[in-house]
């Protein structure tokens, strides 16, 4: 198959190119500096500027004459209280994590379309299905791919193109290295440290990524998907399923608990 997969300069991303690369696939990634591998060919590409993406996919179909796969991986974490987070840093994460995939998706649907055939996982996050503490924005910008997901299943399904949501939780990446903090105020200082720091030794405890490119290896096998996928250890899956069928103050103060704000 011929694989385009974007966010692959590290962690999550170059895994997936390199997993998919070594099985003998066609993959190409995308990601804003060029990264070496002998097992995929490298697009320096922002997803944020479109002028760049539909280069990159030009690019890519000077060579071949489908694309199968996309696999929108790209994105940025973002911590800090919804008080303290500037308009700017809200834009910032919201042109990557949303724009940057929904402009994926529209430079390589023309082509999939005309194959009439396609898959495309759109990553996300387990943390998209509830608001958490001191990720109100990411679990937006997250939540929101999801929505767009949902909607573009029904848009995309008569040409044999089919979209998932990927909901990852903790995975074991450099992800703390790249989050945007806002500045936390005065009144935050105290829990959010607390906050900050649980979420750190959660990622330094998460799953190996490369379990992740064989749970995606899994989808990709399949011949059609559920819009919905969860991925990540039992404690952090769980929370999605209670958090329908608990009620609402149940549920928050469990949230309470496991985040260590009781």
């Given amino acids: 198959m011929t694989i385009i997969i974007t966010g692959t300069s590290s962690g999550i991303g170059f895994v997936l190119a390199e997993y998919f690369g070594k099985k003998g696939h066609k993959v190409y990634g995308l990601s804003r500096k060029h990264t070496e591998s002998q097992y995929f060919i490298s697009i320096p590409t922002d997803v944020t500027d479109n002028t760049a993406v539909q280069n990159a996919i030009a690019e890519v179909l000077k060579t071949e004459s489908r694309i199968d796969v996309l696999i929108n991986n790209a994105g940025m974490g973002m911590v800090g209280a919804v008080e303290d987070s500037t308009k700017e840093d809200i834009l910032k994460l919201f042109n990557l994590n949303l724009v ?34 001191f990720r109100g924005f990411y679990s937006a910008s997250k939540s929101a791919l999801d929505k767009v997901t949902e909607a573009i299943r029904y848009e995309v399904y008569p040409w044999n193109i089919d979209v998932c949501s990927l909901h990852l939780g903790d995975i074991k990446t450099n992800i703390a290295e790249n989050r945007v903090r806002t500045q936390v105020s005065e009144p935050y200082k105290n829990i959010f440290d607390k906050v900050y720091n649980l979420m750190n030794s959660h990622v330094g405890d998460g799953t190996d990524p490369l379990e992740v490119a064989a749970y995606v290896e899994t989808l990709l096998n399949k011949n059609k998907w559920k819009a919905h996928y969860y991925f990540g250890k039992f404690g952090q899956k769980i929370g999605v399923p209670l958090k329908w069928i608990l009620p609402q103050g149940t549920y928050e103060n469990l949230m309470k608990k496991y985040n260590k704000l009781d």
């Avoid at 495309?120 to 943390?127: A, E, P, R, Y």
């Fill in 100 to 133: 940057g995939a929904v402009q994926m998706m529209s430079a390589v649907l023309p082509k999939m379309r005309e194959n009439k055939f396609g898959k495309i996982i759109n990553i996300s996050s387990i943390g998209s299905e509830m608001g958490l503490p």
